[in-house]
């Protein structure tokens, strides 16, 4: 066979920009150590020897002078998890927003995927591996993995562009595979939440054969997992807000009986209070044909719950997946392998009705309708604004609907052997990787159709309502009242429209890697890496033209405002070369047992913005046997995707709070607020939008430049041989990075421009009321992103006793610093994000301690382990100047959360005479609920459903067997 071994030493890599191809060189033409001056095989060259995530050099050591976490396929069958998300959600160093297991949380879209953001850096800042092969896409979906594919899984926690290349900037997740199974493999799962919903079923099986020339694996899985309703859990059946210093019931203003805004004249006949914002409602049961039919709005009853109709806490999902893992010697130094897997997932959801506002959907409602009781004009078409908001929800056609259909597919192939009879290997192998998704979507109206059905009608000579003038009729057309939709039924099914998306994203790469030793210096063999590829992405989403966002400004489309989007076509490709040297400096000297660095370097060739060269320097220092003082600084960066390069405008519905809310500060009198406050009466009436959200118009930037940073770490692992079983390791992070990439958020751009002129160009209110139409959002390169902090752990076997043995592990991150430096489009500082110890509405949860704490059992057949999960107390809104705010209406205000703590607990049986094992668990065995957050703090649910479980107390059970 081709397998070599190495001396002892560590991994990790780094050098200055033109070591990469100085090293490739250097690997080709020098001559093996081996062939050079053979030696005695030592004791540790009798090891095999492996590639640890974060190098390409084969060695025997595990620990090495970067962070690894480890979880192995006995920890992944313990937790009783059916998908990778699931899995990986109690690892302490995921942070932030975006790592969602759930992918459809409320109004969350949801398709089922899971993403990973560690260090909270976001997900398109950590690197997603299969047996050290990228998983095609800049954030893609975990979910994809079949999990009883997966043998372990390694996170790096540290920067490693240098190897790796783009994104590896938070650190890696690579997903080991396993191989060289023999005999077949069953299992089932089942488990149901203690609210008897959220039922999950499960069946694996595995199939597997080796043999002298090779090994063949083959498996299959299916998964299906029922929702659960927002309306079902106590903390989420109500849309709760904190306003004015008090918590409230309340929803969204666009109800069922709709939410007029009246001239003065008008709405002075109501006699309404200040709370109304001048506007009112249709009285229950009255059918809207006269003013007596209205009073006015009170937000305290009239408010729509949303959360009670259709929203989900956990989206409904079924998947199902194939693979194949084999290997075939060809010669006695040459073996042919291939990595396979395709999964299918079908996820769908139904939420609230349509949300229609007749301002920001474009729609004029036109006096001269026979079914508009006040005679005045409301939203408005182009230029022509009456003035008059119109809010209502079309319960009438029906709840928002989606079906979402994912194939994933992810092929590895290739030749991989020795060079005679040295220590060099060689890996040539070819990756395809790719992803589509098809969206249908209901619930929504065909904009050109409701235009006409609300614009101006008559009743013609035979008493049939009918849409335009006597003098110009519009065929095909109903007449809709919009003011009691349930009046004109025939009218709102010709306004029905359901539309379809399609996304296709494709990978493509090539890599040639080889490694093995150079020559050997006093303290051992100098050891090379070097490799060289080219990959190519491409994707392409593409929405039909009824949800296409139209120009000049981008907000509409065809449909409601809330359906329309914009293509994303694109490409690039890079070319790539690196070089990662292991030297061992010293050896048995005193206060060296070991001293040894790596050295790597990357240069990667992008065909959109140009070349980056990243590099690394790794140092590992054994002063003792039981003492390894290890460290790293890194370069780091990510390249823009396409999404990022190439996105047409397309409009969001952000969570907002516009800072003009009550302003009295008189024109002329603040320059600032003048710019941030345009048209906003000045006399303390201005409520702000009235369902806590704006329109924001996000687009692409085909001039970006990569981000660029540094990643630093240093630390101790001290395994004592006093007390064998102990294991413990410290380690301190810090990552610097310039040049962020990201569309501006619209609750920075109001506020810089509120309070220090920043940024208003790009912010759009309505002549009228001064209530926002759209703010801007384009992707820059926005500031600079500082995070620091600590990682700890310890892990220990005790004794083994008569009543079993015990493994008590904990693992824990400290976040001490996170703050993001905020820049506008000229690159001057507008502003700073403190994230540490808060949660922050754009980034997410920033708890300064997560911690995971293990311990298990095992005598004879039966083992039982204990997990508990820790989120520390955080803070919501801060006290500094401009900064969020925890009320929607009061400035400053912060609320206080205390620490959350999950245990999960589990119980095993081996039947040892069948090869069979019986496993029952209860996840979230005291069913802790997660702290309330508020409406107006977070898109729905009233929490943070990244962070906190939000299923509840959840009973599992899953039987396996061998043959």
């Given at each position: 066979?081709y ?16 070591v ?44 090495t002078?970067?962070?690894v ?26 942070a ?15 398709t ?10 976001g997900?398109a ?21 079949p999990?009883n ?14 190897i790796?290349?783009s ?32 039922q ?26 029922d ?17 004015s ?9 666009r ?10 004249d008008?709405?002075?006949?109501f006699?309404?209070?200040a709370?109304s ?44 997946s ?24 079908r ?30 004009d ?19 056609v ?7 259909a994912?194939?994933t ?19 040539a ?13 209901g619930?929504?109206i ?101 949800a ?5 400004d ?49 240069y ?15 140092l ?59 048209n ?7 409520q ?17 430049r ?47 421009c ?10 759009h ?22 995070a ?29 610093q ?18 540490a110890?808060q ?10 301690w997560?911690g ?33 705010s ?23 049986y ?6 069979a094992?019986?496993?029952?668990g ?17 898109t ?24």
């Open positions: 066979m397998k070599s071994s190495l001396p002892r030493a560590v991994r990790s890599a780094l050098t200055a920009p033109g990469g191809a100085s090293a490739l060189l250097l690997g080709c033409f020098a001559l093996p150590a081996s062939a050079q001056q053979p030696q005695p095989a030592s004791e540790a060259d009798k090891l095999e020897t492996i590639v640890v995530t974060g190098s390409r050099i084969r060695r025997v050591d595990l620990e002078a970067s962070p976490f480890v979880i192995d396929k006995g920890q992944i069958e313990k937790t009783g998890k059916l998908t990778v998300g699931d899995l990986l959600q109690s690892t302490p160093v995921i932030g927003g975006a790592t969602a297991t759930n992918g459809a949380v409320n109004n969350g879209g949801g089922g995927a899971a993403t990973i953001d560690l260090r909270g850096l997900t800042r950590t690197l997603i591996l299969v047996n050290g092969r990228r998983l095609a896409g800049p954030a893609p979906d975990v979910n994809a993995i999990i594919l997966v043998e372990r899984v390694e996170v790096l926690k540290d920067g490693a562009s240098a790796y290349g994104d590896a900037i938070g650190g890696v997740v690579n997903f080991i595979l396993r191989k060289d199974y023999q005999g077949i493999e069953f299992g089932v799962d089942y488990g149901i939440a203690d609210a008897d919903d959220g999950r079923k499960g069946v694996t099986m595995t199939l597997g054969h080796s043999s002298d020339k090779g090994s063949l694996m083959v498996g299959v899985n299916y998964h299906k997992q929702s659960v309703a927002a309306a079902d859990r106590k903390f989420s059946r109500e849309a709760l807000y904190l306003s210093g008090s918590v409230s019931a309340g929803g969204s203003s109800t069922p009986r709709g939410r007029i805004f009246l001239p003065s008008l709405i002075a006949q006699n309404c209070p709370s914002g001048g506007s009112v409602t249709r009285i229950p049961g009255a059918s809207g044909g006269s003013l007596s039919d209205y009073r006015c709005y009170n937000g305290a009853v009239d408010a729509y719950n949303f959360q009670a109709v259709g929203n989900l806490e956990l989206t409904p999902q079924e998947r199902g194939l693979f194949v893992v084999g290997n075939y010697r060809l010669s006695d130094s040459v073996e042919a392998y291939v990595e396979a897997f395709h999964n299918k997932t996820a769908a959801y139904a939420i609230a009705p349509l949300p229609f506002d007749a301002r920001g959907d474009n729609v004029l409602i036109s006096r001269d309708s026979i079914y508009n009781p006040f005679g005045v409301f939203g408005r078409s182009g230029d022509n604004d009456s003035g008059n908001s119109f809010a209502l929800r079309l319960e009438a029906g709840n928002r609907r989606a079906s979402t994912v194939s597919d992810q092929i590895n192939m290739g030749l991989r052997g020795g060079i005679g009879n040295t220590s060099w290997q060689w890996d192998n070819y990756t395809y990787g790719g992803f589509s998704q098809a969206r249908l979507f619930g929504y065909f904009q050109p159709n409701l235009i006409n059905a609300v614009g101006p009608s008559f009743i013609d000579a035979n008493g049939v309502p009918t849409c335009g003038t006597p003098t110009a009729p519009i065929a095909g057309c109903i007449p809709v009242n919009l003011f009691n939709p349930s009046e004109t039924p025939e009218g709102v099914a010709l306004l029905s429209a359901p539309y379809r998306t399609n996304l296709n994203y494709v990978q493509r790469e090539a890599e040639v890697n080889a490694n093995g030793e150079l020559f050997e210096l006093p303290a051992g063999v100098v050891s090379l890496a070097v490799g060289t590829s080219y990959r190519k992405e491409y994707q392409n989403f593409s929405p039909d033209f009824l296409t966002a139209l120009p000049p981008y907000t509409n489309c065809l449909l409601a405002q809330d359906a329309c989007t914009s293509a994303v076509v694109g490409s690039y490709n890079v070319k790539e070369v690196y070089g990662e040297a292991f030297i061992p400096i010293l050896r048995d000297v005193a206060f060296a047992k070991t001293l040894n660095v790596t050295l790597g370097s990357r990667s060739k992008y065909s959109t913005f140009g070349n980056s060269t990243n590099s690394k320097f790794g590992e220092w054994r002063p003792l046997d039981d003492v390894l003082v290890r460290g790293t600084i890194a370069e780091v960066f990510r390249a823009p995707t396409i999404s990022n390069l190439y996105a047409a405008p397309a409009s969001n519905a952000p969570t907002f709070r516009d800072p003009c809310i009550g302003v009295t500060s008189p024109v002329g009198a603040n320059a600032n607020i003048d710019r941030a406050c345009e906003v009466p000045r006399d303390g009436s201005f702000g939008p009235p369902n806590g959200q704006t329109t924001g118009l996000v687009s692409g930037n085909p001039n970006l990569p981000e660029q940073g540094k990643a630093f770490t240093w630390g101790l692992v001290y395994d004592p041989s006093w007390l064998e079983g102990l294991s413990t390791s410290v380690d301190f992070w810090r990552f610097a990075l310039n040049d962020n990439i990201s569309a501006l958020d619209v609750n920075t751009v109001a506020l810089q509120y309070t220090a002129g920043n940024l208003c160009d790009y912010i209110r309505f002549d009228a009321d001064g209530q926002v139409f759209y703010i801007d959002q384009p992707t820059l390169n926005l500031g600079r992103l500082d620091k902090g600590m990682d700890f752990s310890i892990k220990y076997r005790l004794p083994e006793t008569s009543f079993g043995t015990f493994r008590v592990g904990l693992d824990a991150t400290y976040t001490a996170f703050n993001q430096l905020i820049r506008d489009n000229t690159g001057r500082a507008t502003g700073t994000i403190y994230a110890g949660f922050n509405r754009q980034l997410g949860n920033y708890a300064r997560r995971l704490g293990t311990l298990n059992w095992e005598l004879g057949d039966f083992d039982a382990s204990w997990t508990t999960r820790y989120v520390h107390g955080f803070d919501l809104g801060t006290l500094r100047p401009g900064g969020e925890a009320d929607g209406t009061l400035p400053n205000v912060v609320v206080n959360y205390g620490a959350t703590t999950y245990h999960n607990l589990q119980f095993g081996r039947i040892e005479p069948i090869n094992r019986v496993e029952i209860v996840d979230n065995a005291f069913d802790k609920q997660p702290p309330i957050l508020f409406q107006n703090n977070v729905n649910g009233n929490t943070d459903p990244v962070t906190f479980d939000t299923v509840g107390r959840y009973y599992w059970a899953r039987f396996s067997i061998k043959f």
